[in-house]
């Protein structure tokens, strides 16, 4: 008996109308995108692991998913390193490119490698599925699609700012209800200064970035397992939990950050750019998160995360400034910022709240009833006429029974049928019914065309 097929954990199938749904997101982000002056450009799925590894920190590069060499690639190992059975030394040896984790490493690679022919500050976006070897749970898998934006060759904090109004049009058109967190990693070193913990900004970064998730107690576990000390643990600890509005915190800290100058650095980027945005018509809420850390050893200074309010979910959004990370390919000086819309979490959002537009799916809209090869004949040049209106229109493809043919467009929950036989062809006339209401009403093809093109202007 044949076994029965499946799919790897941590990955979908996505059926004709789960498709159109994605192509909505898709769409939806790209035009944003153009609207803002962004190009889109894709890269390959795999890359050199030298390309990828580094640059996620240490947690990131367990998550890499490697790809064995082609070819037999046992042949350069002795036998006391396969007795050996070290799988990390074996991955090593035997892996020289993995599946992307993100688009923004690859991206950097991108602007290194083709730098000759880029145009700075140089606007990107790219929709392309991105691969991480997680453990699989509601809102995390280990294939789903990223919608990136970055700008490259630009220190202008108008960049965030721009981006902020992105990121609140794009939830705005989709009718999800978000809040916009935003931090500074220079905020997040200023703090690791003052609490006489400058050399453990990472952990602390990784660790608080967990609240949400974790909690207080297991973050601060985390801490005092990384070694950091118990009298920095209680300095950290009024501004884990820090309320008030934004002008609130950054007033507090100014007093807590007066002798880092880094963290002052980090409070005057945080209030240009909050300047900017309070006097902006944005529908999103705004809050300055001092927990948000985004754990990705490359941001340097302001970073961002969106929250759905009316469902739970990871963030569906999230990004920053990571002015070091095309440094590492050997280009130096090039300040890059970006912002990753989760496509697949957003699709799950608007499932489960219902969003979609109406006629958002692209589904079939008209659909020719089959009753021989005559009518297919006279149809043929009917049915172009109505498609080149952009009337979404398909004929059944056999002369089958009425019923059958009936019942395909039901299944396919099609508005509208067409039923055109001898009578209709001496008319030069459609009859066309609404499966909806079960009206039937005998038009022309012009006609025919009104009555679609007044549907959808």
């Not at 630009?154 to 809040?179: H, Y």
């Not at 001898?422 to 009555?451: A, C, H, P």
């Amino acid at each position: 008996m044949a076994q029965k097929p499946s799919i790897p954990k941590g990955t979908r199938d996505f059926s004709p109308i789960e498709t159109a749904k994605r192509n909505y997101i898709f769409d939806t982000i790209r035009d944003v995108y153009n609207r803002y002056g962004f190009q889109q450009i894709e890269t390959p799925a795999m890359e050199n692991l030298s390309t990828l590894t580094g640059k996620y920190g240490e947690e990131g590069d367990k998550l890499l998913f490697k790809i064995l060499n082609s070819g037999d690639c046992l042949a350069n190992f002795t036998e006391a390193e396969l007795l050996d059975k070290n799988s990390v030394k074996f991955a090593n040896k035997a892996c020289e490119k993995g599946l992307r984790y993100d688009l923004t490493v690859p991206f950097a690679r991108f602007v290194v490698q083709h730098r000759n022919e880029i145009v700075f500050p140089f606007k990107r976006y790219q929709i392309q599925p991105v691969w991480r070897a997680d453990r699989p749970q509601k809102g995390r898998y280990r294939e789903f699609y990223q919608c990136d934006g970055d700008v490259v060759g630009s220190n202008s904090l108008l960049n965030e700012v721009e981006f902020i109004e992105i990121m609140d049009e794009v939830f705005r058109r989709f009718g999800i209800r978000v809040c916009i967190k935003m931090n500074n990693r220079k905020i997040l070193t200023g703090i690791a200064e003052v609490i006489g913990e400058a050399d453990k900004v990472v952990d602390i970064t990784i660790a608080i970035d967990k609240l949400d998730k974790t909690g207080l107690y297991n973050v601060n576990e985390e801490l005092r397992n990384k070694g950091v000390s118990v009298s920095a643990i209680a300095q950290l600890q009024p501004v884990i939990v820090m309320n008030g509005n934004n002008r609130e915190k950054l007033a507090v800290l100014k007093e807590t950050l007066r002798n880092s100058e880094t963290g002052m650095k980090g409070i005057e980027e945080t209030e240009y750019i909050l300047g900017h945005i309070e006097t902006l018509p944005l529908t999103a809420e705004i809050e300055i998160d001092l927990t948000l850390a985004r754990g990705l050893n490359y941001y340097t200074g302001a970073i961002f995360e969106v929250k759905a309010l009316d469902m739970e979910i990871g963030s569906i959004t999230g990004g920053g400034r990571y002015d070091n990370l095309t440094g590492v390919f050997g280009m130096e000086g090039v300040s890059g910022v970006g912002i990753s819309f989760g496509a697949d979490r957003i699709y799950d959002v608007l499932n489960q709240l219902d969003l979609y537009p109406a006629d958002s799916l692209k589904t079939t809209l008209l659909m020719f009833v089959n009753f021989g090869e005559k009518e297919v004949s006279y149809l043929l040049s009917v049915i172009s006429r109505i498609r080149a209106a952009g009337i979404r229109t398909e004929i059944y493809p056999e002369a089958a029974k009425m019923k059958k043919q009936i019942g395909y467009a039901d299944a396919k929950k099609i508005p509208y049928v067409a039923l055109v036989g001898e009578n209709e062809i001496s008319e030069n006339k459609i009859n066309l019914k609404n499966m909806f209401s079960g009206e039937q009403k005998l038009v022309s093809t012009d006609e025919l065309i009104r009555i679609f093109t007044s549907m959808n202007p």
